[in-house]
Each structure stands twice: as structure tokens, then as C-alpha cells.
């Protein structure tokens, strides 16, 4: 999951990216004014949320926020201020953020925040039967076919897929993984995690002969076919 931290306070700057990369498994990119983080989030649609601070310089955030959503943006923002009245709620609100949070504030809190956000950016496929590569997936019968043979799947390998499937090409990050799949608050760890995908992965590449899942150093898999 990537995320593009605009803050202007070295300080705080530096910790969120250092709590987002090595508790939340992001990958993040730190700017510390709205003019970088203009361009930053104009020039790479690979950002899965935009952190951006109110109080910044040469643009704030609710410029960048505006500027953004009248481009079309359709990424998901988190706007933080110190500001805590409600009429500053319901502006930057108004300004296309989709979540607001006050400082000072806890980093479990962003974290939490976080995971809510990733989790609406993720649309789910509609369609019943879904065609990649040389396999077929039924969701409502829940069956891998190659061929015309089934390729047997446990559960959570099924909903591993599945969830790939409904972000082809995206990085998924072992957090988002271990949310979707086992569910917030499950105390199986990110060794769960690895041990499932490669299952998931070795059934593939068994008769597909080449892969399809790819690891993405320190972050976590992305499924391509």
C-alpha cells in the first residue's frame, strides 16, 4: 500500500513515516509542502491514500485537496489539523477529504483510520465468474478451473484470491491481507499471512508453470497475470 505523507513538521514527519513503514507496512513518501504534494499525487497514480497537513506552505491542504478533486481525484485523502471546531471539520469535509484527523493524535488512531480508508478504496468485483490468464473462478460455487480440471482451494486461499483478483497489479500489504481476508482484531500473524499466499501461489504456478503472485520487498505481494 503506498501513501504520500505531506507535513511540514520534520518532527511528526518524520514519526508517521516511520510508524506507517515499520507497524503499518506501508510504503510511504514524505513531502513537506502542498506544492510538492500536488505534484506528487498529479504526477503517479500509484497513492492509495493522500495524508495531507492543513497548515502547510506555499499551498495548505485544503488548496491541495480542492485542487485535486476539481482534477478528478478519485483517491482516497486524510486530512490533518490542528484545528477542531466544527466549522473546520465540515471545510475541509467540504473540500473533498474523506476523513479528518485533530492533532495531536494517537498513532494507532491513524493506523485505525488507515485501514478504513484502504478498505472503501477497494471495489468489489460484481461479476460471478472471473476470467484470468488461463483460469476461470466461480464465486458463487467458490471453484478454481484450469482446462476444464478444478484446482482445490482451502478457504482463506479462495478468499486470498478473490481478494487479489479485485486489485490485479495494486500491492497489498500483509496488514490489508491479514484485515481482509482473517479479519481486524485476529490474532494470527503476518507468518499466517506468508504461509497462505505461498500455498496459494505453489497450486498455481503447479499448472500454470510461471507466477502470478510476486513479493514485493518489505510491503507485502501483488497478483498480476
Known sequence: MNILLAEDDKKLGKLVKYVLEKKGGYHVDWVEN???????????????????????????????????????YGQAILLLTAKDALQDKILGLDAGADDYLTKPFEMDELLARLRSLTRRNFAPIQADVIEFGPFTLNRSSRQLVRGGEEVLLSQREYQLLDLFLQNLGNVLTREVILDRVWGFGSEVSYKNVDVTVKMLRDKLEAVQGEAMIHSVRGVGYRFET
Open 34 to 72: 502542498g506544492e510538492d504534494a500536488l505534484g506528487y499525487a498529479e504526477g503517479s497514480s500509484s497513492y492509495d491514500v493522500l495524508i495531507l497537513d492543513w497548515m502547510m506552505p506555499l499551498k495548505d491542504g485544503i488548496e491541495v485537496c480542492k485542487s485535486l478533486r476539481a482534477a478528478s
